[in-house]
T-cell receptor, first 113, second 116 residues
Framework: GENVEQHPSTLSVQEGDSAVIKCTYS??????FPWYKQELGKGPQLIID?????GEKKDQRIAVTLNKTAKHFSLHITETQPEDSAVYFC????????????FGRGTSLIVHP | GAVVSQHPSRVICKSGTSVKIECRSL??????MFWYRQFPKKSLMLMAT?????????EQGVEKDKFLINHASLTLSTLTVTSAHPEDSSFYIC????????????FGSGTRLTVV
């Protein structure tokens, strides 16, 4: 089955700095890679996703890159703000039907004002 | 769009009682619902997958008699924690795949269960 590794487990940055979270996956058939943000006491919320036919995707301060050959993908947050503080999860799955996503272990991002 | 409404958000119950958690898809049909358990500062642990009209599929190590899952309709899936014990205290989250253009998954807001 799929195995997703996520690093770092904790990331502490100053407001305005950039934050990068990295994930690797094992199943070359995986073709959908979403990122979720989970605030304390809430369910995860999709913030950005990327499919295997795309190498990079950007949405304002958030970007995701995918290297299919190396089987790794990364989340980049620029100009971090205190409200970006949360736990971020990466996931990998196959699209279509009811494929179960495999989640990384999560990264606790702390943005210091 | 593609919202899953999960209730209750918090519940405290006594040991030995049962608690039901509901997840409703508000604007789409959820033929499948994933149920997760999350321990503090930990990742999401898949407990079971429910499918409308058929029996749920449980992950290894999850007691099906303790965690009863029912997927009665295309918009409602329920998880009932039976004979709850303090070790069942946890954060439970449901998630449904969205078989639409974005082809992703949407999560409920979670239920914090505390068994005293």
């Amino acid at each position: 089955g799929e195995n997703v590794e996520q690093h770092p487990s904790t990331l502490s940055v100053q407001e305005g700095d950039s934050a990068v979270i990295k994930c690797t996956y094992s199943d070359s058939a995986s073709n959908y890679f979403p990122w979720y943000k989970q605030e304390l006491g809430k369910g995860p919320q999709l913030i950005i996703d990327i499919r295997s036919n795309v190498g990079e995707k950007k949405d304002q301060r958030i970007a995701v890159t995918l290297n299919k050959t190396a089987k790794h993908f990364s989340l980049h947050i620029t100009e971090t703000q205190p409200e970006d503080s949360a736990v971020y999860f990466c996931a990998a799955s196959k699209t279509g039907g009811s494929y179960i996503p495999t989640f990384g272990r999560g990264t606790s991002l702390i943005v210091h004002p | 769009g593609a919202v899953v409404s999960q209730h209750p958000s918090r519940v405290i119950c006594k040991s030995g009682t049962s608690v039901k958690i509901e997840c409703r898809s508000l604007d789409f049909q959820a033929t499948t619902m994933f149920w997760y358990r999350q321990f503090p500062k930990k990742s999401l642990m898949l407990m079971a997958t429910s499918n409308e009209g058929s029996k749920a599929t449980y992950e290894q190590g999850v007691e099906k008699d303790k965690f009863l899952i029912n997927h009665a309709s295309l918009t409602l899936s329920t998880l009932t924690v039976t004979s709850a014990h303090p070790e069942d205290s946890s954060f439970y989250i449901c998630s449904a795949p969205i078989v639409q253009a974005i082809d992703g998954y949407t999560f409920g807001s979670g239920t914090r269960l505390t068994v005293v």
